[in-house]
């Protein structure tokens, strides 16, 4: 019997939890369409280590290829109470194994025990420099900074690959240069842009287009660029700048645990991708087929 794959390319997304810690949603966030914090709910450890299990004997992707990138995303994945025990479950099964946080439950004793725990990358959003633009654009407390800087820099200096992103909006699309400064004044080589709706969720007839993105940044017909697919990446003083457009579609696979057992997310046209409801063993068969090993 022929198998079919579980990804859809060497990228995973590990949903660890739906909640997060920013009190209000941040303008751009796709949590609407998740369970929220009104009863949030937690990978199980028990799940994480089946899920890495089935990962280990069905990791190829439709291009033959193992997993070369595992994220662990939420909501804010740092704020499952046992993170650093569900990072240790994945421990090796990707050649770069990060998390997507906004920072704010980290210090540099946190950072330390995810990295021992099998963390080699970090990535921070960070949407805006501006107190004043805080509430326009992600809801972040701005006591926060302060702190969130160190975590960066922190991470950056025990790991040398801190990664920075940011979503674009037309309210902050002005502070791409010095979002960009930041990076170069503090060694942090790898930043990322994505456009995003300013209008109804998902509306990118709204969004801040590459171009808009590109004139904020101090490139000359000199800078190299490259494209990867449809997005442009930038060699500018040291600093790989990667600008992203709107995101209208799904270009990883996303595991979930539920209530219910695990989620498998299969990408769409959309961001907003198919999902079913069903135990592992369950997922197993619609992969695979009826046969277990």
Known sequence: MEKKSLLINDRVHILTTP??????????????????????FF????SAQQIREFL?????????????????SGGEPTTHPKF??????FKGLGSNTSVI?????LNRNKIEKLIEAGLT?????????????????NHRFPQDKKKLFDCINYSNQLLGNTKLSAVILNENLFEIGEIFNYCRENG???????????????????????????????????????????????DIDGV??????????????????????????????????IDFNASFEEAHKLFNGTEKE
């Not at 909640?19 to 949030?40: G, S, V």
């Open 19 to 40: 909640k997060c810690n920013i009190p209000k949603l941040c303008k751009y966030c796709y949590n609407e369409r998740q369970e929220l914090n009104a009863d949030p």
């Open 43 to 46: 990978m199980r450890e028990e």
């Open 56 to 72: 280990d004997k069905h990791n190829v992707n439709v291009s033959g290829k193992n997993v070369g990138s595992l994220s662990f």
């Open 84 to 89: 650093t025990n569900i990072v240790k479950a």
């Open 101 to 105: 946080t906004n920072g704010i439950p």
């Open 121 to 137: 990358q970090f990535q921070f959003s960070v949407d805006t420099l501006l107190q004043e633009n805080t509430k326009l654009v």
């Open 188 to 234: 942090i080589t790898d930043l990322m842009f994505n456009a995003f709706s300013t209008g109804d969720w998902g509306n990118i007839e709204q969004t801040p287009t590459i171009e808009d993105m590109a004139r904020e940044l101090p490139i000359t017909d000199n800078t190299p660029k490259r494209q990867k697919q449809d997005r442009y990446v930038y």
């Open 240 to 273: 790989e700048v990667t600008l992203n457009p709107p995101l209208d579609k799904v270009t990883f696979s996303q595991i979930r645990d539920t209530k219910n057992g695990a989620q498998v997310f299969a990408p769409n046209k959309s961001w907003t991708p």
